[in-house]
């Protein structure tokens, strides 16, 4: 690991203007950046240490029913809050699902959103990749790449967004509040990470300095807690990256579906929206017909970037899944394997192959 | 530039001057005070074998820099047992062949014990499962482990009983 300054900051005013130099890095738990760090993979010249900063590790239940989850609140922390959880449900099994309960307990929520990729090929020194050093090239596109990306990627770079967490956020229009060099400011979570075109070293739309310190979900986002599922499929049905994941979260009003929310995980650089699957299922009644075309939908520009042709198939398959099981109902527990769609699944409709 | 941290380990406070910040707490708790129980498998956070409690919580302290946690309260393997009596899950793991090699085992333990307080799992061994999948037995003496946490967790609920009763 490259030696580096640290400096720990009082306030997060000063945390912007330590970390808006070039070669600084925030650290929050570090179980991302240690990692990429000892690896050789970043290498910066100055970590500013934000864990100590006040006021950033609280559950906000708002006046207008919306929540606020600071930044520095840890990933376990946020899915066992009860009131948390009970609100928003899918939101908490997709915590749950991600790492391992040591890891959970140490990384942030801000971390959360922007740990970066697991392309073996990023993580690679020997190997070629844009993101890690611009205009190098990308040995995953003819590299094992069978769990890489197959929306919105491109010839420069192919590698996922690995967050659960991000998966449901972005489904409940979540908003990311940002302290920066001009002040503090909010952007919707789904402009906060870039599909990579011809730029794939730049991942967010953060600039430097600029500090996560909250993330919000608005009042309409917890009107979809009685139906609202994460499913993941992994290689390993616990401690691993998701191959394909859905977050789906239904209101539904007479028999009929009022509103609809999908977004699918580890098929793009960033969490993905699937808008034209929601604006399908709008007033119709919540059936598999209904869900197999709104999966069709969602995968419509999906194609493979490699050995993952499979993937697009399984998203297809995943969102049905996900689908028929928030309209079943959310559990009252959160199943024994969080995410599993092979747990038990008394009650839904099966999709159909 | 030094930097001067204090931590609480096992119920002692300990001040460090440290020359480098890079030094994990994995590493300050193996070359600085040679409490080599923790151990370092991978080092990168995918085997569980440096697991440790910070502030009661079970982390992996191959990717926590010491600097960052001045202040911490930290307990390690060595500092379960009272004198010569084991802590409950030590004494489960003996009796149920919860390891071979015994190098992850350190890891299982300290887990499992954050696992116990974390009241996510209680007596389910599918929930034991997921929970301690943070820590890796190349062995595979997995079946013990699970039959170990059990065992621990069915006389935690006992004394519990006991206490309440």
């Known amino acids: 690991m490259k030696q580096f300054?640290?400096?720990?900051?009082?306030?997060?005013?000063?945390?912007?203007?330590?970390?808006?130099?070039?070669?600084?890095?925030?650290?929050?738990?570090?179980?991302?950046?240690?990692?990429?760090?000892?690896?050789?993979?970043?290498?910066?010249?100055?970590?500013?240490?934000?864990?100590?900063?006040?006021?950033?590790?609280?559950?906000?239940?708002?006046?207008?029913?919306?929540?606020r989850i600071g930044a520095l609140v840890s990933n376990a922390d946020l899915a066992h809050d009860a009131d948390f959880a009970k609100a928003y449900p899918a939101v908490a099994e997709a915590l749950l699902s991600g790492a391992s309960a040591q890891l959970r307990n140490a990384a942030t929520v801000g971390g959360n959103l922007l740990q970066r990729t697991r392309?073996?090929?990023?993580?690679?020194?020997?190997?070629?990749?844009?993101?890690?050093?611009?205009?190098?090239?990308?040995d995953?596109?003819?590299?094992?790449?069978?769990?890489?990306?197959?929306?919105g990627w491109s010839e420069n770079c192919i590698a996922t967004h690995p967050s659960d967490f991000c998966v449901p956020l972005v489904a409940?229009?979540?908003?990311?509040?940002?302290?920066?060099?001009?002040?503090?400011?909010?952007?919707?979570?789904?402009?906060?990470h870039r599909l990579p075109g011809d730029t794939p070293e730049r991942e967010s739309a953060l600039e430097p300095g600029d500090l996560i310190v909250a993330v919000r979900l608005p009042p309409a986002a917890r009107g979809f807690a009685a139906h609202a599922r994460y499913l993941k499929v992994r290689d390993r049905t616990s401690y691993a990256f998701a191959v394909v994941s859905a977050a789906a979260a239904l209101r539904i009003e007479n028999g009929k579906i009022a509103e609809a929310r999908l977004a699918l995980g580890g098929v793009a650089a960033k969490p993905w929206r699937a808008r034209a699957a929601e604006d399908m299922l709008r007033d119709?009644?919540?059936?598999?017909?209904?869900?197999?075309?709104?999966?069709?939908?969602?995968?419509?520009?999906?194609?493979?970037?490699?050995?993952?042709?499979?993937?697009?198939?399984?998203?297809?398959?995943?969102v049905v899944r996900a689908l028929s099981l928030a309209a079943a109902g959310t559990p009252v527990r959160i199943p024994a394997l969080p995410a599993s769609p092979f747990a038990s699944m008394s009650g839904a409709i099966h999709a159909r192959a | 530039m030094n930097h001067?941290?204090?931590?609480?380990?096992?119920?002692?406070?300990?001040?460090?001057?440290?020359?480098?910040?890079?030094?994990?707490?994995?590493?300050?708790?193996?070359?600085?005070?040679?409490?080599?129980?923790?151990?370092?498998?991978?080092?990168?956070?995918?085997?569980?074998?440096?697991?440790?409690?910070?502030?009661?919580k079970r982390i992996n302290s191959c990717l926590a820099l010491a600097i960052s946690h001045d202040g911490a309260d930290i307990l390690t393997i060595e500092g379960?047992?009272?004198?010569?009596?084991?802590?409950?899950?030590?004494a489960a793991f003996i009796a149920h062949d919860g390891f071979q090699c015994g190098f992850c085992t350190p890891g299982q333990i300290m887990s499992a014990i954050g696992m116990m307080s974390e009241a996510q799992a209680g007596n389910d061994p599918e929930r034991i499962r997921e929970c301690m999948s943070g820590n890796l037995c190349r062995c595979g003496?997995?079946?013990g482990i699970v039959d170990a946490v059990l065992d621990a967790q069915a006389g935690m609920d006992e004394s519990n009983q006991r206490r309440s009763a």
């Open chain 2, 141 to 143: 003496a997995y079946a």
């Open chain 1, 140 to 151: 995953a596109r003819d590299g094992e790449n069978r769990t890489h990306a197959v929306l």
């Open chain 2, 80 to 90: 379960v047992a009272r004198g010569d009596q084991l802590h409950p899950v030590q």
């Open chain 1, 119 to 138: 392309c073996a090929y990023f993580y690679d020194t020997a190997s070629r990749c844009n993101k890690r050093e611009v205009g190098s090239g990308c």
């Open chain 2, 4 to 56: 001067s941290i204090s931590l609480t380990v096992n119920g002692a406070r300990r001040d460090f001057v440290l020359d480098d910040a890079r030094v994990t707490l994995l590493d300050l708790l193996r070359e600085r005070l040679h409490l080599t129980g923790t151990k370092k498998g991978c080092d990168r956070g995918q085997c569980g074998a440096c697991t440790i409690l910070v502030d009661g």
């Open chain 1, 284 to 318: 119709v009644p919540p059936t598999v017909d209904a869900f197999q075309e709104a999966a069709s939908r969602a995968l419509a520009d999906a194609k493979p970037s490699g050995d993952n042709a499979f993937k697009i198939e399984l998203a297809r398959r995943i």
């Open chain 1, 172 to 192: 409940l229009d979540a908003i990311v509040e940002i302290e920066g060099r001009s002040g503090r400011r909010e952007i919707a979570l789904d402009d906060l």
């Open chain 1, 5 to 67: 300054d640290y400096v720990r900051p009082a306030t997060v005013a000063e945390a912007v203007a330590a970390a808006a130099q070039p070669g600084a890095v925030y650290l929050a738990a570090g179980t991302n950046l240690l990692d990429l760090m000892k690896g050789g993979v970043s290498r910066p010249d100055r970590l500013v240490d934000v864990t100590h900063l006040d006021g950033l590790d609280q559950i906000e239940r708002l006046a207008d029913g919306g929540v």
